[in-house]
C-alpha cells in the first residue's frame, strides 16, 4: 500500500490523528506499507509545498484496473457506518454525517493514470521530506478565510443536520460508459466550463461553497461562477445547494457576481461537490469552488456521461432539495 496524506488539523469528528493513522497502517502492514506526507503549505511536516492549501483528493487505485474517486475524506462523518434494519439510528447517524457522492470504476486506462499521478505525488513528497528535515516551512491554514463574516457559534447551530427522508442504496451500471478524468491543477478549469456552458435546460450542483475570487490570478475560478451566472440569465433551471460554509456574507458576494439568492438553497454538513447537467451528465468531484479548489489544490473528479448514472445522483439531489435545503432570504 502506497499513501500520500494531507495533514490538517484534526477534525473534530475524526476517531485518532493522521500520525496516528500512518502509525497504524505501518504496524498492521510492515514493509508492505509506504506512507508520506503531502507537500501543501498549510503543513508544518512539508519542508516544501506544491499545494498552497490542501492536497484534497479523494481517491484510491486498487489493483491495475478499479480505483474510488469521491468527494468525502476517510473519516466517519464522510463514511458512516450506517444500518439500514435499524431506520431510527440510520437516521440519527445520517443527521451528523456528511452529504459525499462516490465512484467506483473498472477501467484498466483510467485506473492507470490516477495511479500514475498518486505515484508521482509520492515520489516527490517523499523525496523532499528525506532530503530536509521537517521544520516547521507551512503557515496557518486559512480557515479565517473559509469562515469570512461568521458570528461566533454560527456554524455549529446551523450544523444540526435533519434527517434524510429517504436512503438510496447504491447503483451498479454495468456498461460502457464515456468518462473525463479532472485533475486539478491541471485540466478541471477547461472540462468544467464547458460542462457549465453545455446546459440547455437544468443545471444543479450541490457543494460546500461556492466562493467568488477577484483576485488577479484567479480569473479562471471567477469565470465559472460567471458562466453560472449566464445560465440563471437565460432563464435555465439552476439550483445550487451548498453548506453552512456559504455565510450570509458568501451569499452577498455571490449575489454581487450575478448569482442571485433565489436559486440558492444550504444544507447542513454538504462535503459534497458535484454537478448535474440536463438530467443526462453528472461529475463527482473533490474539487470545492474556491480558486485554490479549482485552481492550484490537489484535487480530482470524473465527469460521467451516461444518463442512467446521472439519473441516480439527480434523484439525490432533488431529495435534498426537496427535504434537507434551506431557502436563503434574499
Partial sequence: MTLTLDHPAKNHTADQTDEETQADLHESLGDHFNGTWALTNSDPKAPVWIYPNAYHIKVAV???????????????????????????????????????????????????????????????????????????????????????????????????????????????????????????PDNYHAHVKALIDSAQQTFYMQTQYIH???????????????????????????????????????????????????????????????????????MVSSQNWSADGTLRNRDAGLIIHHAEAAAYFLQIFLHDWANLASPVAS
Fill in 62 to 184: 486498487r489493483e491495475d484496473n478499479t480505483f474510488w474517486l469521491s468527494s468525502g475524506n476517510w473519516n466517519n462523518s464522510n463514511q458512516p457506518e450506517i444500518d439500514l434494519s435499524d431506520p431510527a439510528a440510520a437516521r440519527k447517524i445520517a443527521a451528523n454525517s456528511d452529504r459525499d457522492w462516490h465512484v467506483i470504476a473498472t477501467s484498466d486506462t483510467l485506473a492507470a493514470t490516477f495511479r500514475a499521478f498518486l505515484q508521482h505525488d509520492y515520489d516527490v513528497a517523499s523525496e523532499a521530506i528525506a532530503q530536509t528535515a521537517t521544520t516547521s516551512a507551512g503557515v496557518a491554514a486559512r480557515m479565517a478565510m473559509l469562515n469570512e463574516g461568521v458570528p461566533p457559534g454560527m456554524i455549529e447551530m446551523f450544523a444540526a443536520g435533519k434527517a434524510p427522508r429517504e436512503f438510496f442504496a447504491p447503483r451498479t451500471l454495468a456498461d460502457t460508459i464515456r468518462i473525463q478524468p479532472l485533475l486539478t
Fill in 212 to 282: 467568488p475570487s477577484g483576485h488577479a490570478g484567479d480569473e479562471d475560478h471567477d469565470a465559472l461562477i460567471a458562466a453560472v451566472k449566464t445560465l440563471v440569465d437565460k432563464g435555465l433551471d439552476v439550483r445550487l445547494i451548498t453548506s453552512q460554509y456559504q455565510t450570509d456574507a458568501w451569499v452577498e458576494k455571490l449575489a454581487n457576481a450575478g448569482v442571485p439568492p433565489s436559486v440558492l438553497r444550504r444544507q447542513a454538513n454538504v462535503h459534497n461537490k458535484g454537478i448535474v447537467v440536463d438530467g443526462s451528465t453528472v
